[in-house]
């Protein structure tokens, strides 16, 4: 294949594929593969073609509903009148257009017709990329099950809710950690003062301590010149420090992946 008709078939896909990741939730175009498709311009066109799309199909729906509208209930009346006039054959016909309009068909492409509007002109404008709601409400509803289901597997691996224990390292690598059977609402750069000194969380891990899963929070030592971004939490756990030499590895299980996210 000459050169030029590979530069205008790799043009064509990624079009094509950058159309098809406008669709996609807000969030999910942020990062990984998506965020090299996702740009205002291409949302701008796939919100067009979305009411283009639209459009086409309403009319299409219309006019095979009218027909068959018309080839049943509608001629059901009409050869049921002692006599025909003409308020009756419009009556009839103007009756198979509205009642399209109570028909599933009518409302999603209605719906996708404005939406299409919404999405180029918001695009166009602030330059947010919003996604389809026919794409976005289903891959809503598997990530809320996913979710639903990872959580479920958390609560099973940390068992019964304990009371935190802290660990305070000597040496290189975290300073501090906190083994917690329940999850912090602390921020991915999480500050906390504990004992009179300051700590920023490095990682969170999935680990076993004394027997019972738990949730690791690895911090490190804040040196007194940084800057401490964002809210402070006051640290005061129940339990005294427990000393030790040097911060080891804790495998995560097997079936718990480590989850990064926070909150």
């Not at 205008?8 to 593969?33: D, I, M, Y």
């Amino acid at each position: 294949m000459p050169s030029s008709q590979r530069g205008a078939v790799g043009w064509v896909g990624f079009a094509l594929t950058a159309l098809v990741v406008s669709t996609f939730p807000e969030r999910s175009k942020r990062e990984g593969w998506p965020a090299y498709y996702a740009s205002p311009a291409a949302h701008v066109v796939c919100g067009w073609v979305e009411m283009a799309l639209a459009a086409g199909l309403f009319v299409v729906g219309l006019l095979l509903y009218v027909a068959g509208f018309n080839q049943g209930v509608g001629w059901t009346y009409i050869v049921h009148q002692p006599t025909l006039t003409y308020g009756d054959f419009f009556g009839t016909g103007a009756l198979g257009y509205l009642s399209y309009m109570l028909t599933p068909t009518a409302w999603v492409t209605v719906y996708c017709f404005g939406e299409g509007i919404v999405r180029a002109l918001d695009a166009a404008v602030s330059a947010r990329m919003l996604g389809m709601g026919l794409v976005v409400v289903p891959w809503r509803a598997v990530a809320a099950v996913r979710a639903g289901r990872r959580r479920g597997r958390e609560r099973s691996f940390l068992g019964p809710e304990r009371p935190d224990e802290v660990v305070v390292w000597e040496g290189p690598g975290a300073a501090l950690t906190v083994f917690a059977s329940r999850r912090k609402p602390w921020t991915a750069q999480q500050v906390i003062e504990y004992r009179g000194e300051f700590f920023r969380l490095l990682r969170v891990t999935m680990a076993r301590q004394r027997g019972h899963g738990a949730l690791r929070y690895d911090f490190g030592r804040l040196e007194a010149r940084e800057v401490i971004r964002g809210a402070l939490v006051h640290y005061a756990p129940g339990e005294p420090a427990v000393p030790a030499a040097a911060p080891g590895p804790i495998p995560a299980p097997a079936g718990i992946p480590d989850d990064p996210r926070f909150g």
